[in-house]
T-cell receptor, first 115, second 114 residues
Framework: KQEVTQIPAALSVPEGENLVLNCSFT??????LQWFRQDPGKGLTSLLL?????REQTSGRLNASLDKSSGRSTLYIAASQPGDSATYLC??????????????FGKGTLLTVNP | NAGVMQNPRHLVRRRGQEARLRCSPM?????VYWYRQLPEEGLKFMVY????????ESGMPKERFSAEFPKEGPSILRIQQVVRGDSAAYFC????????????FGDGTRLSIL
């Protein structure tokens, strides 16, 4: 059974700081991983998708890496802004048998960027 | 360019009533997924549907819960005889015809049981 752990559970930083969010998983046989952000009372916004053959993906100030051998992914946010405040979730589809759609989520990291 | 549309956004029911949650996928998407987020818990997969077919309902409770995605109209998640433990946020996601990621999520329906 795939387990996903996100550390830290909450993080508060001053504006402008670079930061790293961590996600670890127990099963290295994954198809891909997604990083999402969730704003209070809202749904999930997909930020980055990394295929299992890739090591990282970048979008603007965001960079996500994937290390299957160690069971880790990181989300790096450069020059953080108050608008980045949200809960960040990582998710992996359960591998095997073609079931690459059943996303397993961590509980998220609640990020607060203070002006 | 509408995204995944869910309604209602908030739904209040009394114990024993029925709850119906609707989801219209993004244009061009024919794969729909339902997830549930209980308080203080992560999102959990419930069911995966394509038009007129339930592909995987392994995450659905065995009783009182059902889902459909008819040929015409939105996908419906139906909860009969609701209990307090059903209070949660229910999210719908969709993906393109070939089912490949990423999944795009709606804003969810917050279900409260009195």
């Amino acid at each position: 059974k795939q387990e996903v752990t996100q550390i830290p559970a909450a993080l508060s930083v001053p504006e402008g700081e670079n930061l790293v969010l961590n996600c670890s998983f127990t099963d290295s046989a994954i198809y891909n991983l997604q990083w999402f952000r969730q704003d209070p009372g809202k749904g999930l916004t997909s930020l980055l998708l990394i295929q299992s053959s890739q090591r990282e993906q970048t979008s603007g100030r965001l960079n996500a890496s994937l290390d299957k051998s160690s069971g880790r992914s990181t989300l790096y946010i450069a020059a953080s802004q108050p608008g980045d405040s949200a809960t960040y979730l990582c998710a992996f589809p359960r591998g095997g048998g073609g079931s690459n759609y059943k996303l397993t989520f961590g509980k998220g990291t609640l990020l607060t960027v203070n002006p | 360019n509408a995204g995944v549309m869910q309604n209602p956004r908030h739904l209040v029911r009394r114990r024993g009533q029925e709850a119906r949650l609707r989801c219209s996928p993004m244009k061009g998407h024919s794969h729909v997924y339902w997830y549930r987020q209980l308080p203080e818990e992560g999102l959990k997969f419930m069911v995966y549907l394509q038009k007129e077919n339930i592909i995987d309902e392994s995450g659905m409770p065995k009783e009182r819960f059902s889902a459909e995605f008819p040929k015409e109209g939105p996908s419906i998640l139906r909860i009969q005889q609701v209990v307090r433990g059903d209070s949660a946020a229910y999210f719908c996601a969709s993906s393109p015809r070939d089912g490949r990621p990423p999944q795009h999520f709606g804003d969810g329906t917050r279900l409260s049981i009195l």
